[in-house]
């Protein structure tokens, strides 16, 4: 599976748009909790009040109710799958047996 999608998950949303954006000039779409960046190649979303502030890397997967059951099956945990999101698709955070936070991504 390729990384299909990003997350930056930051304490404070305002202050991480400004710096991605004058980083790597992307330009930033607002919407209702956060918004994403036009990265040209990675849809890449920004919420804020993020407790462990981080980059997650999302990965492209066929069947995202599979996945999820397989990440449970080895030891991960996985949230539910959402609900699908016009443009973006479903998502499912996860964390492997040693707590490493990644997700999966249905489109």
């Known amino acids: 599976m390729k990384p299909a999608y990003l997350e930056i998950g930051a304490p404070n949303d305002e202050q991480a748009r400004a710096f991605f954006e004058k ?4 330009q930033f779409t607002p919407m209702e909790n956060g918004g994403w960046f036009d990265t040209g190649e990675i849809k890449t979303g920004l919420h804020g009040k993020d407790d462990r502030p981080a980059i997650v890397v999302y990965f ?5 109710e599979a996945a999820v059951a397989k990440v449970r099956q080895l030891g991960g945990t996985a949230d539910n799958p959402t609900p699908e999101e016009p443009g973006f698709g479903r998502f499912s955070t996860c964390i492997d047996p040693q707590g490493v936070r990644f997700g999966l991504r249905q489109d």
């Open 23 to 26: 980083l790597f000039e992307w």
């Open 60 to 64: 492209d997967v066929p069947n995202i």
